[in-house]
């Protein structure tokens, strides 16, 4: 889809007023996020994102309206997955209720910032280098891989690892929080305070998931410009589908299954049409493999939409189940003492 320079400034500066208006709105005062107040964010976040996929339906056609709706809901449902590490980084650290708003704003801020660089760097590979594909393909099946059959990895997460452990190392850490600020100055000295850690330990996720997400975004469409959208509407919802969900993400048992066969899916999507672009001297002597199928959006958007309902509807019958199980000894009890 051809987008003229005026069009991503004019996309940029409405996201950019979004953000504005959150930072305005929501984050006037600290204070802890309600369900009533996450649902209304979220249902604006996502009439915005429709409204956008409207708007890409009538300008460019409905083959790339299909293309930005897969791409969105793939990113959603990644975050979604990415909700987990949020919480056991909050968790860990034990961040008061009423600043964890904040610290995901600012998470949220530095994703964008990442994957838009991600995205600018893919984007010119894409076009430049075919075999970009056969790497991007790799990636999401090896991911694929490791979601199905490396399920408990998300609680091993350590968030004190890694860049975090060096912050430790190198500057005074505070042993409080002290409101939201992410550093104070005590007895002269600069000092670093653990909501500092929390947003680094936030970043280097948010690093990590862009590894995962840019490659099965350029899976569904190599536009830049419905890429960059995709994940900026996915990532602006993400904070409110924090405070929305809560528990019940513990409760999609099934999602990361759901996940893996949805990149393993993109995976093979991509390895398919890296053998249609194909420019390696060593498979078909550098021709294009023309005779492996393709899958188009309308297909890709039906198989991601399957996936995520009988995911979901798994998950969600058999917590309903497992409720159902825990609570039989304790209704037999009365019986069987009465029967004593």
């Not at 969105?72 to 980084?89: A, G, K, R």
């Not at 056969?134 to 999401?140: A, E, K, M, R, V």
Request: charged content about 15%.
């Amino acid at each position: 889809m051809s987008v003229p320079a005026w069009l991503w400034a004019a996309t940029i500066a409405a996201l950019l007023g979004l953000i504005l208006l959150d930072l305005i709105i929501a984050n006037r005062r600290p204070h802890q996020v309600t369900l009533a107040e996450s649902a209304r964010w979220i249902a604006f976040y996502i009439g915005c994102a429709v409204a956008f996929g409207a708007a890409v339906w009538i300008f460019g056609g409905d083959d790339h309206a299909a293309s930005y709706i897969t791409g969105y809901i793939t990113e959603y449902t990644l975050s979604v997955d990415n909700l987990f590490i949020f919480m056991l980084i909050m968790a860990n650290f034990a961040v008061p209720a009423i600043h964890q708003h904040r610290v995901l704003l600012i998470g949220i801020m530095m994703a964008l910032v990442m994957r838009g660089i991600f995205i600018s760097v893919g984007a010119q590979a894409v076009e430049h280098f075919s075999w970009v594909f056969w790497l991007f393909g790799g990636i999401l099946i090896y991911t694929a891989w490791k979601f199905a059959f490396d399920s408990n990895d998300d609680e091993e997460y350590d968030p004190n690892g890694g860049v975090v452990r060096l912050v430790r190392r190198l500057f005074p850490v505070t042993d409080d929080y002290h409101g939201s600020r992410l550093t104070i100055k005590q007895d002269g000295r600069r000092l670093l305070t653990p909501m500092f850690i929390v947003v680094i330990a936030i970043g280097g996720a948010d690093l990590v998931f862009a590894v995962d997400s840019i490659p099965a975004i350029f899976g569904i469409t190599q536009d830049a410009y419905l890429v960059f959208a995709a994940n900026v509407f996915a990532l602006m919802g993400l904070r409110q589908l924090y405070f929305l969900l809560g528990g019940l993400v513990e409760k999609l048992v099934y999602l990361t299954y759901g996940l893996a066969v949805i990149l393993g899916f993109i995976g093979v999507k991509l390895i398919l049409h890296a053998l249609h672009e194909n420019e390696l001297p060593f498979i078909n002597g550098g021709e294009h493999v023309t005779w492996v199928p393709e899958i188009n959006n309308w297909i890709s958007l039906a198989v991601i939409v399957t996936v995520l309902a009988v995911t979901t509807a798994a998950s969600l019958l058999k917590s309903r189940r497992d409720t159902l199980q825990a609570a039989e000894p304790s209704t037999s009890e009365p019986a069987d003492q009465a029967r004593d």
